[in-house]
């Protein structure tokens, strides 16, 4: 390499090194300019997400659930968004540190030391040339390439200033602020997943309907009168033969969905009723009398007497 080639790698280095010394903090300030910009879009993503989710107080537990890890991730955000902040504005804070700048101007003087050895060597070559053989010669060329050989180690820490000395200038937090800015992006992410999650679970369950019972009729059994069996014999029964009409107050039919009780005479033993569909049954032994059976539905109800009569 000539005296005019060296000379201007070396004022390339400079200069490249110094750039990298102030584009760090550049660079540094435009990807948190594009992070609060997508911050701020997200967060305004998810508050009309909110909007539309309307919750109400009457939800089920899985709705309630969700609520509460969305509001949980939300506030977590909030916080690592005031973090990721308070980190920004220190950096411009961090005093400057020389150790770097120091070993670099250390490397760029060893450099120019050893570049003024080089054109000693090479002048006191180019002057025995015509004596190649002599020892002196011999002993210069050999020195010579020692000395470029450690040029070339220079040159190399001094080219590779984001792997080195100029490491932590560049990245004061050592990628924790990237890591954390990442973290608060993923976390906005799932923010709005949940949130929309949200939305289509209040769409597809929303809140139970509570509808009132304001009218009852027509409860029939097959028989009036059921007789008790003989000692030994099979029990007897009695099913509905006619269903009650439950209404609401618009006199809409609504599903029945109450459930049948029996009352009858004083210590009355042997009869006993199924409360989801009514079918009475009498065993031997049963008390006889009159037994009445009522049908209760949101308030209404429907009654029919049964006669429970001994065997003539």
Do not use: C
């Amino acid at each position: 390499m000539s005296f005019v080639a060296t000379k201007w790698f070396t004022t390339a280095i400079v200069t490249a090194s110094m750039v990298a010394m102030t584009a760090g903090s550049a660079f540094a300030q435009q990807s948190n300019t594009s992070f609060v910009a997508h911050y701020n879009q997200s967060a305004a993503t998810e508050a009309k997400l909110m909007q539309q989710a309307q919750v109400s107080g009457n939800t089920n537990a899985t709705v309630t659930g969700l609520l509460s890890t969305i509001e949980n991730i939300n506030s977590q955000i909030t916080a690592l968004f005031a973090s990721e902040q308070a980190l920004v504005q220190g950096e411009a804070k961090i005093p400057r540190l020389e150790g770097a700048f120091k070993k670099f101007m250390s490397l760029n003087t060893q450099r120019q030391h050893l570049l003024k050895e080089i054109r000693t060597d090479e002048a006191k070559l180019k002057k025995d040339w015509h004596h190649r053989q002599n020892v002196n010669y011999k002993q210069d060329k050999l020195q010579l390439q020692v000395t470029l050989d450690q040029l070339k180690e220079v040159n190399l820490q001094l080219s590779h200033p984001d792997q080195g000395v100029l490491a932590w200038k560049k990245n004061p937090y050592d990628g924790g602020l990237t890591a954390l800015q990442t973290s608060i992006v993923d976390l906005q992410k799932s923010s709005l997943h949940y949130t929309q999650e949200l939305i289509s679970l209040l769409k597809v369950t929303p809140a139970p309907v509570q509808v009132t019972a304001a009218s009852i009729a027509g409860l029939a059994y097959a028989n009036a009168s059921l007789t008790i069996p003989a000692a030994g014999s099979a029990a007897v029964t009695d099913v509905v033969a006619v269903r009650p009409v439950v209404k609401d107050s618009a006199g809409n039919v609504v599903a029945d969905a109450g459930s049948y009780g029996l009352s009858g005479p004083a210590g009355a033993q042997g009869v006993t009723i199924d409360s989801a569909t009514g079918t009475v049954t009498v065993n031997a032994g049963a008390t006889p009398g009159a037994y009445v059976v009522t049908y209760a539905q949101s308030g209404v109800s429907e009654t029919v007497t049964l006669t429970v009569a001994a065997a003539q």
